[in-house]
């Protein structure tokens, strides 16, 4: 139990490292730095769906698929509409990771050290989108 927990907090710190990495990352596209975030919400969310095909013909990849559409939906209304959005997006992402894929039904195919570190990351950039949202 002690390891996994270890293992926990390693990849919560994993996330947030991550996180910044892509805040950093994002930066360096000025103007089109909210599309470089959108972009990286629909990532985040097309990851979970190569985890799903893992598993071969599933509901699974359409419950994937559907979490694409509406985080890419959000990714849109974030370069389009206003930054909240965006911001909103990734505060709710680690819903989508831990109520599906930490110890709910997708837990069977999501990798958890990837579940944990989508939480923090997820969290880490949408919380400093909406502190940052008026520079995006």
């Given at each position: 139990m002690a390891d996994l927990h270890l293992s926990t907090v390693g990849?919560?710190?994993?996330?947030?490292?991550?996180?910044?990495a892509l805040l950093i990352y994002s930066k360096s596209f000025g103007r089109a730095r909210r599309k470089v975030?959108?972009?990286?919400?629909?990532?985040?969310a097309l990851l979970y769906v190569l985890f799903a095909l893992r598993i071969g013909p599933s509901i699974w990849l359409l419950y994937e698929l559907l979490g694409v559409g509406i985080f890419g939906l959000v990714a849109w209304l974030g370069v389009n509409r206003g930054t909240s959005w965006?911001?909103?997006?990734w505060v709710l992402h680690p819903?989508?990771?831990?109520?599906?894929?930490?110890?709910?039904?997708?837990?069977s195919f999501?990798?958890?050290?990837?579940?944990?570190?989508?939480?923090?990351?997820d969290l880490l950039v949408g919380v400093v989108i909406?502190?940052?949202?008026?520079?995006?």
């Open positions: 990849w919560l710190v994993m996330g947030v490292v991550g996180g910044a975030l959108a972009n990286g919400l629909l990532i985040v965006l911001a909103v997006g819903l989508w990771d831990a109520g599906l894929h930490f110890q709910g039904p997708g837990s999501a990798p958890e050290w990837y579940v944990v570190a989508c939480i923090s990351f909406q502190l940052k949202r008026r520079e995006l």
